[in-house]
Each structure stands twice: as C-alpha cells, then as structure tokens.
C-alpha cells in the first residue's frame, strides 16, 4: 500500500518521540576501580547494561528509555574471570560480571534511585539511599532539567566514622557500614511490624549519624521530605567518591 508522505513524517516524529531517553553519565573520583551496578525494576532495560569497569578517573554513558526506573551502585574489590563469573568484596550482585536482571546490590551498598517521568514535561524522582547501607561515597546532579533538580549524595566517607558494630572488614580495613536494620533485624530500625508507619518510625541513633554525615541522603525508609529530589526533562551525573556537593 502506497504511503503519504505525510504519514511517513509522523510516523518518523513518532519514533524520535518514543526513542527520546535519558541520558546518564557515570564518573569514577575514586582511587580505587569501581565496576558499577545497575538494576532496573519495572521491566524496561537500560542501554550497557553495567558489566564493566569503571578505572580512576573514567566516565560512561548509558540512556534509559522514557518511563524507567531503577537503581545505580558501584561495586568494589571485584575480581571477574575471563567468562566474567567472579565476587565483589562489597555490591555483589549475582556473581557476575554484567548483573543478572532483577539481581541487586548485596548490601550494604550505597543506591541511588530513579523513576524517570513518561514525558519530558513532567517530573522525574530521584534520590541517594543509604537504606541498605553504605560501601561507596556517590552523588548525582542534574543537568539541562528544569524545576528543583536538587542535588542528591553522600559526600563523607561513612567508612571512616562507622560504628564498630555495623563495621564490614576485609584485611583489617573497613569496606563498608552496615545499616542498623541489617545488622540488628529489629522493627525499630526496620520500619516492620509495630514501627511500619511514617509516625512509629522514626529517626534512631544510627540513621541520625548517616543523616548527619549526609543531610541530602535517605538514612532511612521514611525519610523522604528532605531526600526525594525531583527534575525534569533532565540528564544526570552519577560521580562515584563526589569531593564536594
């Protein structure tokens, strides 16, 4: 059947509509390799898929389709064979080079989240979680959006000054800082079961000290009015060890 060419324009502004995407740069300010992790959690994929390494100093983009959300973490102390089966010390995520899907980081981890909006109008949600703990200093920024496109991250290096008991050691050397919720599996620090709403749970002693390390994070499941960043029409930049906010 023979095609208008008005049609072929429209179905043509149609697909650069439905490609528009996300862009996301990730940069490594740290000393050390990072390979970083990515899950996406309502079925639509991300491009390059982390199964890579990520050296001092590098940076990589990977776009994300109109309606994705998931999650970014670094993984470190990894060490992948040449058929990319191997372990990270902190991050793990399957076993695997390339995480597998619906495979996320093995806490404690530090996460930053999205929920990108359907159209470049409205807005997209974001923010750094230090819920399931923390392994890496990480911060995002928003660029080219409009609206508060706030920035999101964690600055402090949590290693330094976390508590004995929420400590996770590799050769003497704090890797990582456990959550209370991890460590002590209670409703308190959980937000389950008696403390399972906004009001029963509240700040505690460990997430005042993450909160306080940084203010810009979430230190726990509901801390969302000073945690939740929104933008739109935006790209982002995800540095792994941030030197400043």
């Known amino acids: 059947m023979h095609k208008h060419p008005y049609f072929l324009l429209a179905l043509f502004?149609?697909?650069?509509?439905?490609?528009?995407?996300?862009?996301?740069?990730?940069?490594?300010?740290?000393?050390?390799?990072?390979?970083?992790?990515t899950l996406s959690g309502n079925g639509i994929s991300i491009?390059?898929?982390?199964?890579?390494?990520?050296?001092?100093?590098?940076?990589?983009?990977l776009s994300a389709p109109n309606g994705w959300s998931g999650r970014f973490w670094a993984r470190t102390g990894c060490n992948f064979s040449d058929s990319g089966n191997g372990t990270c010390k902190t991050g793990d995520c399957g076993g695997?080079?390339?995480?597998?899907?619906?495979?996320g980081g093995v806490p404690p981890v530090s996460l930053v989240e999205f929920t990108i909006a359907n159209t470049k109008d409205e807005k997209d949600f974001y923010d750094v979680s230090l819920v399931d703990g923390y392994n890496v200093g990480?911060?995002?920024?928003?660029?080219?959006?409009?609206?508060?496109?706030?920035?999101a991250g964690c600055v402090t290096d949590l290693n330094v000054n976390c508590p004995k008991e929420l400590q996770v050691m590799d050769s003497g050397v704090v890797v990582a800082c456990k959550s209370a919720?991890?460590?002590f599996n209670t409703p308190e620090y959980c937000c389950t079961g008696e403390h399972a709403t906004p009001e029963s749970c509240t700040?505690?002693?460990?997430?005042?000290?993450?909160?306080?390390?940084?203010?810009s994070a979430y230190s726990y499941a509901y801390d969302d009015a000073s945690s939740t960043c929104t933008c739109s029409g935006s790209d982002y930049i995800i540095t792994f060890c941030p030197t400043s906010s």
Do not use: H
């Open 13 to 37: 502004m149609f697909q650069v509509i439905a490609v528009s995407a996300t862009q996301f740069t990730l940069q490594n300010s740290c000393g050390y390799t990072v390979w970083p992790g």
């Open 47 to 61: 491009s390059g898929d982390a199964g890579f390494a990520l050296t001092p100093g590098a940076t990589i983009q």
């Open 96 to 103: 695997t080079l390339k995480c597998p899907a619906g495979a």
């Open 138 to 151: 990480i911060g995002v920024r928003a660029t080219g959006g409009t609206g508060d496109c706030q920035y």
């Open 181 to 183: 919720c991890a460590q």
């Open 203 to 215: 700040p505690t002693e460990y997430s005042k000290m993450f909160k306080d390390a940084c203010p």
